[in-house]
C-alpha cells in the first residue's frame, strides 16, 4: 500500500477531488433552492410584511401563533382539506391498481413492436406540461364541441351538451381520470423494473408444474414485486396531503371552486395573490409536518404487515 501521499488506506486524492468536483453543481442548487430557503419557515411564526424585505425574515416580531389560528379558522379550511384528502385518496385508489394492471399487462406482451408502440403511447402524454394537457383536456369537456360531448350525444346518451368543467360534482372524477391517463405509462416503469428483476427460474418451474400465465402472474409476479408496491404506497401515504398544483390550477375555475379548492392552491392563493407570506407558509408548514407522521405511520404499518420499509 502506497503510503506517499497519492495513496493512502485505500484513498486516492486524485480521484476523490473529480468525485467532489462532480457532485459540487448539484450540491450547489440543493444548497441554495433547499436550504437556504429553509430560513422562510420563520415567517410562519412572526407578524412578516413584503416591505420588511428578507431581512424581516429575522427582525419580524413574533406573532404568538396568530397565522396558524388564522389557517384553522379560514372558512376555506375544511373545504380544502376535504378536496386535497379526497381526490387524493380515491386517485391512489384508483391509480396505483390500475398502474400494477397496466404493467402486468404490458409484460405479458410477447410481440416486440406491438410492445414499444403501447408503451410509446402511454409515455408520451408525462412528457406534456399540464398547461399543454390540461388545455386539451378543458378543450375535450368543453360543451362547444368538445370531444366528449359530441361522442356522448353520437351514441344518444345525452341530448344537450354539459358543461363539464363548470359542475363541481364533476370535477374530483376529471382531476383523478386525467391525472391517470397522463401517468399511467410513466408509472409502469417502476414496476416493469421490478417485474423484471424476478427469477425467471421461477416462472419456467411454474410453466413445468402446469401453471398458466394468470397462475404465474398473481401467484410468482405480484408477490414478487410486492416489496416495491408497498414502497409505493407508502409514497403515496406520504404524499396524501400534496396535490399536483399545476394540474388544479388549469383545471380550476370560479365554477368548481369548491370542489377544486385545495391545500396547494390555497397557499398560493394567499401567499402569492394576496401577500399573506406567513399564513401561506403556515399552511404549508403544517402540510409538511403531516407528511411527515404520515410517511413514519406508513412505514411502521408496512413494516408491521410486509416486513418492508423505508427506514
Known amino acids: 500500500m502506497k503510503t506517499n501521499g497519492k495513496r493512502r488506506f485505500g484513498y486516492d486524492r486524485n480521484t476523490q477531488l473529480e468525485l ?21 419557515i420563520l415567517v410562519a411564526f412572526k407578524d412578516y410584511k413584503p416591505a420588511m424585505g428578507w431581512m424581516g425574515i429575522f427582525t419580524a416580531p413574533f406573532d404568538h401563533f396568530r397565522n396558524f389560528r388564522q389557517v384553522f379558522r379560514s ?29 402486468l399487462f404490458v409484460n405479458e406482451l410477447r410481440n416486440k413492436k406491438f410492445r414499444s ?82 427469477d425467471p427460474d421461477l416462472y419456467e418451474a411454474a410453466a413445468i408444474d402446469g401453471a398458466t400465465r394468470f397462475h404465474r402472474m398473481f401467484h410468482i409476479t405480484l408477490p414478487g414485486i410486492l416489496p416495491t408496491v408497498m414502497i ?18 388549469v383545471l380550476q375555475n370560479s365554477l368548481n371552486r369548491d370542489a377544486s379548492q385545495v391545500i396547494d392552491t390555497y397557499v398560493y392563493q394567499i401567499g402569492m395573490q394576496q401577500f399573506q407570506f406567513g399564513v401561506a407558509t403556515a399552511a404549508n408548514l403544517m402540510k409538511s409536518v403531516f407528511a411527515l407522521l404520515l ?14 420499509g423505508l427506514f
Open 20 to 40: 467532489h468536483a462532480m457532485l459540487l453543481p448539484g450540491t450547489l442548487l440543493i444548497l441554495v433552492f433547499s436550504i437556504i430557503p429553509l430560513f422562510g
Open 75 to 103: 372558512s376555506q379550511f375544511w373545504p380544502m382539506l376535504r378536496n386535497t384528502l379526497g381526490i387524493n385518496l380515491i386517485g391512489q385508489a384508483v391509480t396505483i391498481p390500475m398502474t400494477i394492471l397496466f404493467a
Open 117 to 198: 408502440v403501447v408503451q410509446t403511447a402511454t409515455y408520451m402524454p408525462h412528457f406534456l406540461s399540464w398547461a399543454i394537457y390540461g388545455g386539451l383536456v378543458v378543450t375535450m369537456l368543453s360543451p362547444d364541441g368538445g370531444l366528449i360531448n359530441v361522442l356522448l350525444q353520437a351514441c344518444g346518451l345525452i341530448r344537450e351538451p354539459i358543461s363539464f368543467m363548470a359542475k363541481v360534482e364533476y370535477f374530483w372524477a376529471i382531476a383523478i381520470i386525467s391525472g391517470l391517463l397522463k401517468e399511467l405509462g410513466w408509472g409502469t416503469i417502476i414496476y416493469l423494473a421490478a417485474i423484471a428483476g424476478v
Open 232 to 249: 409505493m404506497i407508502i409514497f403515496a401515504v406520504a404524499g396524501m396531503l400534496n396535490n399536483n398544483f399545476t394540474q388544479i390550477y
Open 295 to 308: 410517511l413514519g405511520l406508513a412505514n411502521f404499518a408496512s413494516k408491521k404487515l410486509t416486513d418492508t
